[in-house]
């Protein structure tokens, strides 16, 4: 039955990209139709993207979808792409974010309208192109073509320091994922192949793990980004425009992650386990210590771009907890949970942190400032907007019953099974998290009404109430009700720890 | 004595190139000024019935002629077609600018053609000879076409620079030869490259001669430390004789590399390796570093040049028949890349302006959307960023390293070509987010502009299916039994 699907992971990846080039033919004098389009192919791919979740499979964690056509058979590369229960959520991310970009872009950008638009789609079509792709060039080739449209949106439409940051972002993630490169081709030397999952079953001495594990934590950490390669992220952050900021928190820094969990994990499952220590300390300074840069922050975006470090320490907590646990306890009960969270906490950070970029744009936009002490007491002029920003930073603190306390709550208890100290520090999240946040809102949205600027803001109009509506309704499904995500996952998490615990030597 | 005629058939384009430019340099002599288009025109039917000669014969296996100086096999041919369409990207580059600069003479075109004439030479030789002689015609063809433009001493000085500097080279070169002559005693690259397996590195004049032909190809590829002369040449030269030195004779470098050291020498690769790693690690790290600090863009590109030789030499010193196909795959995708770049240095430039320095190109997007989009694709390719041609040829040839076990030099060579990737960026850069300096439209004649669209679309369509050039090359290079 599945044989005679239209070949959808295709259609999803190719789709966007040759309508952003439509977009591009349809060029800036026409802005109009341009966004029309835009919109339109934006929609349709997530239109298209849905029955990869309806007809999923949850019962096992075999590719499904695949696609299955020879590349560059001289060195048996090959266009292979297929979905599990942890690139198919992300997929349906991408696609999602991706109508609010354009959205959001709506009236805000007048300059060059259809290469912003275009820049976009063909975006979101590489970003699916890397969460599909099970061939391990085709991977990196997505992976690093991703950059050039994002160089070009931060650089085009950013704000006054944007070259900096843009060459900043670029060079920083060049220069990580070409030791993956190497480590790809040495993988290729060893299995004769560049099928990923190939891979997964290459046995490999502890050394060569150890060399392959950190080419790969170079490439991904400075995606995820971990403490310390991070610092590309606030300037990247703060110089991109609105729509720039959304689709780098999130789902750029999604791909790290993904990173993580389709190659260091299976790949190099014993140097993994040796070097957990490293990951869980690091991702612990990220939750700590830039928990606590981000309550210092006096942009907002800044902020914000200080608590994604945050709450991305807590994803690669919980994928490299299990090792953790197994030593502990001597089973792998609640390592699962590590995952599941992780996972769960990278969604719903994807709709949060692009939330909030969201809010402080809809700021942005009125004000042309985003230092906090220019704003107080918007909620006086903006009161629907208060609300939704009031929510979306309740979740960004982890309030039980928004999608942000799922994850996190899956994460401690997995990291409790591990080590009190462990989860103790995580905790501190919760603390730094509601601090952080709280300030922020309790000083632009509470209070007197600021100066002047304040005092002639305008409510969001149907165009932003939209988008934000969109956003806060997946916020409180995903916290009240995870299941449909958790359930498509379980045997792929499974499949997973398997390949983990089991030694490649 | 008896004289038997060797067999004039596999030296057909060869002898179609002569003839032609002979009678275009007796014909330009009877046209005045207003009718020399028909010179250019001549020039390129040459080419093109040049490259239908040789694809109607091409090669499927080696044919030895001339009494064992000339060879015509896959890779030989292969590569002259290459040369072919860079030559005519290149006379339809320059012609406008030519007719701009009062420098729209037949020389430019018929010395072009000599020197595509000593690149099939050097492609298809099969003796030191030959080689030598091959480049020699190049080389003289280069040193004239640079002085070109009488008027302007920076040209003159830097024709002045290339001649010393070259004619240096080749007696470097000519004197390896004569060592590896009086070690084999003869110049056939078979029977030389029979006794170099008999004799192997314990004959010392044999390494010795080795030395010096390594030093002299260096010189000819520009690898570091013999790459001086690039960089004044690259910039003091006419953008359009630039154009030409920075194309095709970059796919004849590459085959002269592979006739004297794989196939005369090959049973000395142990030697030549040694040597050939240095030789693209210094190039690869000073190519790159240096390009960043340049304003001039024709510079930069020279510097990038001795960068991308580094990286193919990487292909070559592998050793192995993915190596060869590899360093090919990435001579001829540069070449693509560069008759891209110095094309649109070309086209950007216009009547009293020369689009000399990386300022030129600020705001291009806002000029000409799709020219900064062909530029990006060009510059990004050149990063080496996927998607895109450039990308899979440094694949390859890292893959040819690491399957030697070499992991350390594809170490290096991924992190400089991040260093590299700032300067290109930095173009990419000047083009979409800085605001134009000038205002002056770009006028472009329609077949400009097709080719130069033709040119980056090719690098995007080698990005998404790399697959049939790749064939092409492997198949040539096995067809010479080197798989």
Known sequence: MLSELPPLLSLVIWFPILGGAAVLFVGDDNPGRAKALALTVAILTFLISIPLFTLFDPTTAKMQFQEFVPWIPALSVNYHLGVDGFSMPLILLTAFMNVLVVIAGWEVVQYRVAQYMAAFLIMEGLMIGVFAALDAILFYVFFEAMLIPMFLVIGIWGGPRRVYATLKFFLYTFLGSVFMLIALIYLYTQADSFEILDFHMLPLTLSEQVWIFFAFLLGFSVKVPMWPVHTWLPDAHVEAPTGGSVILAAITLKIGGYGFLRFALPITPDASATLDWLIITLSLIAVVYIGLVALIQQDMKKLIAYSSIAHMGFVTLGFFIAFSISRHTGNLNGAAMGIEGGMVQMVSHGFISGALFLCVGVLYDRVHSRQIKDYGGVANTMPVFAAFMVLFAMANAGLPGTSGFVGEFLVILSSFKASFWIAFLASFTLILGAAYTLWLVKRVIFGEIGNHHVAELEDVGCREIIMLSLLAAAVLLLGLWPDPLTSTMHATVDNLLQHMTVTKL | ?483
Request: proline share 3%.
């Open chain 2, 1 to 483: 004595m008896n004289f038997v005629a060797p067999d004039f058939m596999p030296v057909l384009p060869e002898l179609f190139v002569l003839t032609m430019a002979c009678l275009i340099l007796v014909i330009d002599v009877f046209l005045d000024q207003r009718r020399r288009h028909i010179t250019y025109g001549l020039a390129q039917l040459t080419l093109l019935g040049a490259a239908l000669l040789t694809l109607f014969g091409y090669a499927q296996a080696s044919v030895v002629t001339l009494f064992g100086h000339y060879v015509k096999d896959a890779m030989g041919d292969l590569l002259k077609l290459f040369v072919y369409l860079a030559a005519a990207a290149v006379f339809l580059y320059s012609r406008d600018y030519l007719r701009q600069r009062d420098l729209f003479k037949g020389e430019y075109f018929v010395l072009g053609l000599f020197g595509v004439l000593g690149m099939m030479i050097m492609v298809s030789a099969h003796s030191l000879l030959t080689v030598y002689l091959g480049l020699e015609l190049l080389s003289l063809s280069l040193y004239a076409l640079v002085a070109t433009d009488r008027d302007s001493p920076v040209a003159s000085e830097a024709a002045m620079k290339y001649f010393v500097l070259g004619s240096l080279a080749s007696g470097m070169l000519l004197y390896g030869i004569s060592m590896i002559y009086g070690a084999t005693g003869s110049v056939d690259l078979q029977v030389v490259s029979i006794a170099v397996a008999r004799q192997g590195a314990n004959n010392l004049v044999l390494v010795f001669g080795l030395v010096f032909l390594v030093v002299g190809l260096s010189f000819k590829l520009g690898a570091v430390p013999f790459h001086m002369w690039l960089p004044d040449v690259y910039q003091g030269a006419p953008t359009s004789v630039t154009l030409y030195i920075g194309s095709a004779p970059k796919l004849a470098a590459f085959a002269l590399v592979m006739r004297i050291l794989v196939d005369g020498l090959g049973a000395l690769q142990d030697d030549w390796q040694g040597m050939l790693i240095i030789l693209a690690a210094a190039s690869m790290a000073l190519g790159n570093l240096i390009a960043i600090v340049q304003t001039n863009i024709k510079r930069m590109l020279a510097y990038s040049t001795i960068s991308h030789v580094g990286f193919l030499l990487l292909g070559i010193l592998a050793g192995t028949a993915e190596g060869y196909a590899a360093a090919m795959f990435y001579t001829i995708v540069y070449v693509l890349m560069a008759v891209g770049a110095f094309g649109m240095i070309i086209l950007l430039s216009r009547t009293g302006f020369e689009a000399e320095n990386i300022d030129d190109f600020k705001g291009l997007n806002d000029r000409n959307p799709w020219l900064a989009f062909l530029m990006m694709t060009i510059m990004m390719s050149m990063a080496g960023v996927p998607f895109l041609a450039g990308f899979y040829a440094k694949w390859v040839v890292l893959q040819a390293v690491v399957n030697i076990g070499l992991i350390w030099l594809a170490i290096l060579g991924v992190v400089f070509s991040v260093i590299g990737a700032f300067y290109y960026l930095r173009v990419v850069k000047c083009m979409y987010f800085d605001k134009p300096e000038q205002s002056e439209p770009i006028q472009l004649s329609l077949d400009t502009e097709i080719a130069i669209s033709a040119n980056g679309l090719l690098l995007v369509a080698l990005g998404l299916y790399p697959t049939a050039l790749m064939g092409w090359c492997a198949t040539a290079l096995s067809l010479k039994g080197l798989a």
